[in-house]
């Protein structure tokens, strides 16, 4: 234990043993509680705390790692309740409190300085000569006036200074037939981004007037920002936010994805690092230098936000030691496509990159290089391109210094656990040190879950990167951490994902049934059996102008002779069955047309209620953000008040024109069998006992692929059917 800790107790308290024990009580917060002897008694033993420690360190150390009448971490109350203030008191220059592996919350967030600079970037997007500056905010500790240093949390978050909600109401229409393609292979080389550097780059840096070293601004209102960075803000690291180009406050032209996008992201990180200026406003030239900052930087959020700091942390920029990516985009292509096919986030359908640069930017920029994205999306072709390849992370995960925490939830069909698998994998390919929770939840936070303490796992995380507190982060907690779906309370925790208990299966077809492959009796006969069904958009019992998807839904599981798909089903499961990983399907089939999408899905059928991703407050101002920083509510996923027939697990497209790749159509010959091969959306879901397994081969999906209005006739070979997972 810190010797300063030590000198904050009141040794007068501690002379006899019965002194003590009312001291430890009154620290556990039973000071104005009258309790009797066995109450007291109690109290210490439940928390394993033994009054006959040989020293009052050890005692002392146990109480404050041990929990306060109110469940809560004893010292992290007394914290927030000033009974450490003494140890910066008697210091010149503050320190942050650490204690049990973790900063401490000893500073108070109500009195933190708030202040606005305008980061100069390397660009100038908007043409009037001069390099863009970008609207920061930081709020730092009062005790960095001191010649306190302090790491930072930085946040990009385009969404912040507001946004053009209109965009949205005219999306891209997804009512449309698919066209033909004629074959031309193409060479990654070929569509391959270049990399050399941006061509709005500007070298006519400003000229400093003058110097300050605070630039204190009033609180404004900042969009999809938690509250959580408060608990950080109270234990010692700086929060920093910025929107960056081309949104209300900046200057130049934002442009979702881009390589400018990744220039100033960094360019704040490069502040912090004292490599870059920033000016007290737009005009007057004052420099402001980050003198308060020791250089390290963590980058965190969720959707866009995370998505940024992949995207920062691909350049190798220095100083970013750490990224905590929520819900986070790897590679823009598999968000807005997917294998050749125009798709869209769950619910989003008709949104794409040109519509999310609009709904971000100043409405004085206008439709400024909206023409050329548009162009470069292509909506009509699907392929994987230049300017998707601009917009792929991946492949530049080996450029990655900072430490990965990856955080994403099972059932986010915004951004897809494609983006989170596809990243873990490469993280690990690249030894970087990586870690990944996986949770029940769709396109959110996790910061007050209940049953997992998920504020004391980052705390730690960052108090490691960020301070280099030795606390062994990396060995106590584990790679992986996966919520179960069946109660969500139980969490497995293992070193990889999938973890080495699932098995590999491959399941076959046969007659209607779902069967695995080593269940099949190998006669020698291989005759082709065929079934029939239709992409028929109009006859599934879609409606599209009243789009309801659950009812179009339910008829594509449990419809009874329904000519738009195909089903097969396992039968009735003796045990409970997981999946883990990666799921993929492939089979040969044939169609009357030269254009068209195939999709797959895997349901667990079987009424029950199930976990669903629909959260309820457990308990009301449960979870501490610090020091006179407020409260977060207790969260909890909830049980489907109604049971429910079946559950999508998961799901995936192609288009038929690419088949061999999503950077190049193959010509499709009508009436011809043609071998496909597909990933669906990992996943981790555990199917109960007694229910069944459910494999449903269709064409377009009406919540997520382009909706023709031709009808397109398909022959499975049912033979071919082979879907490949792993479980136990």
């Not at 081309?246 to 390589?259: D, L, Q």
């Not at 949104?351 to 009509?380: S, V, W």
């Not at 915004?414 to 989170?420: A, D, G, Q």
């Amino acid at each position: 234990m810190n010797k300063d800790i030590l000198k904050c107790l009141d040794k007068d308290r501690m002379i006899s043993m019965e002194n003590k024990k009312e001291y430890i009580l009154e620290l556990l917060g039973y000071k104005d509680i009258t309790l009797t002897e066995d109450e007291k008694n109690e109290i210490l033993e439940i928390r394993k705390i033994d009054l006959k420690e040989q020293s009052d360190e050890i005692l002392f150390t146990n109480v404050f790692k041990s929990w306060d009448k109110n469940s809560r971490n004893t010292f992290e109350t007394l914290c927030e309740n000033g009974f450490f203030d003494k140890i910066n008191d008697e210091k010149e220059i503050p320190e942050v409190l650490t204690f049990n592996g973790k900063l401490q919350p000893i500073f108070s967030y109500k009195e933190c300085l708030l202040e606005k600079v305008y980061v100069e970037t390397s660009l100038d997007t908007d043409g009037d000569g001069k390099r863009d500056l970008i609207e920061v905010f930081v709020r730092r500790p009062k005790e960095t006036l001191k010649g306190m240093k302090v790491p930072a949390i930085y946040v990009a978050n385009p969404y912040m200074m507001s946004c053009n909600e209109e965009v949205y109401e005219n999306m891209h229409s997804v009512d449309k037939n698919l066209k033909t393609f004629s074959e031309k292979k193409i060479r990654y080389e070929k569509i391959k981004s270049k990399s050399f550097r941006s061509k709005f780059y500007c070298e006519n840096e400003r000229v400093s007037k003058g110097k300050t070293e605070v630039s204190l601004t009033q609180e404004e209102p900042l969009e999809c920002i938690t509250e959580w960075y408060k608990y950080y803000n109270s234990r010692g690291v700086a929060s920093v936010f910025s929107a960056g180009l081309g949104t209300k406050g900046s200057e130049g032209v934002n442009c979702t994805g881009s390589k400018e996008e990744k220039e100033w992201t960094i360019a704040v990180i490069e502040w912090l690092n004292g490599k870059r200026k920033a000016y007290t406003n737009l005009t007057d030239n004052i420099e402001i230098k980050a003198e308060w900052c020791t250089g390290k930087v963590a980058m965190c959020g969720k959707s866009y936000l995370g998505t940024l700091s992949i995207a920062a942390a691909t350049t190798g920029v220095e100083g970013l030691k750490t990224i905590i990516p929520e819900a986070a985009i790897s590679n823009w292509y598999n968000y807005y496509r997917v294998n050749g096919v125009t798709g869209a986030p769950l619910g989003w359908q008709g949104d794409d990159a040109d519509l999310l640069t609009k709904y971000c930017r100043a409405e004085k920029i206008g439709n400024k290089f909206l023409p050329e994205m548009i162009e470069g999306e292509n909506r009509n072709n699907g392929n994987y391109n230049e300017f998707w390849d601009e917009r792929n992370y991946l492949k530049d995960i080996n450029k990655v210094k900072a430490s990965v925490f990856i955080v994403h939830g099972l059932n986010d069909w915004n951004v897809k656990t494609t983006h989170c698998k596809l990243l873990w994998d490469k993280l690990k390919k690249y030894n970087i040190p990586s870690k990944i929770i996986l949770h029940q939840g769709d396109h959110i936070y996790i910061q007050n879950l209940k049953g997992f303490d998920f504020n004391d796992i980052m705390n730690r995380w960052l108090s490691y990167w960020l301070y280099g507190i030795q606390n062994d982060v990396l060995n106590k907690i584990p790679d992986v951490m996966i919520q179960s779906n069946l109660d969500s309370l139980e969490w497995e925790r293992s070193q990889s994902w999938p973890s080495k208990n699932y098995q590999e299966k491959v399941f076959k077809v046969d007659g209607e049934k779902l069967i695995k492959s080593e269940d099949v009796e190998a006669d020698g006969k291989s005759d082709k059996k065929v079934k029939k069904f239709i992409d028929d958009i109009d006859g599934s019992g879609f409606d599209r102008e009243e789009r309801d998807y659950n009812k179009w839904r339910d008829r594509l599981v449990l419809g009874e002779r329904e000519k738009h798909r195909i089903i097969y089903r396992s039968g009735v499961l003796e045990e409970d069955v997981t999946i883990s990983g990666d799921v993929r399907i492939e089979f040969c089939a044939s169609a009357n047309k030269n254009r068209g999408v195939l999709s797959a899905m895997l349901v667990e059928i079987g009424e029950r209620r199930r976990l669903s991703e629909e959260q309820i407050v457990t308990e009301k101002e449960k979870i501490s953000l610090g020091r006179d920083a407020g409260m977060m509510d207790e969260v909890d996923f909830k049980f489907e008040e109604n049971p429910s027939k079946y559950r999508v697990i998961t799901r995936g497209h192609i288009n038929i024109q690419n088949r061999r790749s999503d950077y190049y159509k193959n010509r499709v010959i009508p009436k011809t069998y043609h071998r496909y091969s597909f990933e669906m959306v990992p996943t981790q879901y555990t199917l109960k006992k007694g229910s069944e397994l459910g494999l449903v081969i269709y064409g377009s999906d009406v919540e997520i692929t382009q909706r023709p209005f031709e009808k397109t006739v398909y022959f499975l070979d049912e033979e071919s059917v082979r879907l490949h997972l792993k479980m136990k």
